[in-house]
């Protein structure tokens, strides 16, 4: 049960962007057009950035922007500002009984 | 507000048990399908299980499948994880999870942490 493929790291200035990729297989990021992408701060919840590949929940700012391509998805965080430092994780659909979801690895985003 | 509320974590021999719980408020409980997601230390997100909205149906990762159960009481708007033969390898901060609409996971509790340690 393999998670999905994240860079471990990613940095940008403040107000520069930075796009994380998150790569899986045909079963899951590619089956599906599930993808969604958790913000995390030390010691706190992961909370929801993106659903649904590209839909932005209410209250996330526009600067979050999510797409696919095949069996990748990617998250792009625009205008970087310093409360944007955290990890990101991506995760997918993946339609099985023992393994309906996947995360992946996780992105360490660094504002320089 | 939505509001999830992990408890029953803590400290536990390997081969031990122990009974997390959530405690959910802000929304039609008995609506949604829950889920429990685990971190371990320093670690990436993992799923674990999940329950169907009225609790006939539950899913399990490889990973404990057997020694890990999910329940849940749609009249107290409580879910339960009843964890049994318990590993150093399940020590991880448990969340308490609500499914959206699109296959996410829209609210998360605070966690609760379990350690398997001798």
């Known amino acids: 049960q393999s998670a999905l493929t994240q860079p471990p790291s990613a940095s940008g200035s403040p107000g520069q962007s930075v796009t994380i990729s998150c790569t899986g297989t045909s079963s899951d990021v590619g089956g599906y057009n599930y993808v969604s992408w958790y913000q995390q701060h030390p010691g706190k919840a992961p909370k929801l950035m993106i659903y649904d590949v590209n839909k932005r929940p209410s209250g996330v700012p526009d600067r979050f922007s999510g797409s696919k391509s095949g069996n990748t998805a990617s998250l792009t965080v625009s205008g970087l500002q310093a409360e944007d430092e955290a990890d990101y994780y991506c995760?997918?659909?993946?339609?099985?009984?023992?393994?309906?979801?996947?995360f992946g690895t996780g992105t360490k985003v660094t504002v320089l | 507000e939505v509001q999830l509320v992990e408890s029953g974590g803590g400290l536990v021999q390997p081969g031990g048990s122990l009974r997390l719980s959530c405690a959910a408020s802000?929304?039609?409980?008995?609506?949604?399908?829950m889920h429990w997601v685990r971190q371990a230390p320093g670690k990436g997100l993992v799923w674990v299980s999940r329950i169907r909205s009225d609790g006939s149906m539950t899913n399990y990762a490889d990973s404990v499948k057997g020694r890990f159960t999910i329940s849940r009481d749609n009249a107290k708007n409580t879910l339960q994880l009843q964890m049994n033969s318990l590993r150093a390898e399940d020590t991880a901060v448990y969340y308490c999870v609500r499914e959206g609409a699109y296959a996410d996971f829209d609210y998360w509790g605070q966690g609760t942490l379990v350690t398997v340690s001798s």
């Open positions: 995760c997918s659909y993946a339609g099985s009984n023992s393994r309906p979801y996947v």
């Open positions: 802000g929304f039609t409980f008995s609506n949604y399908w």
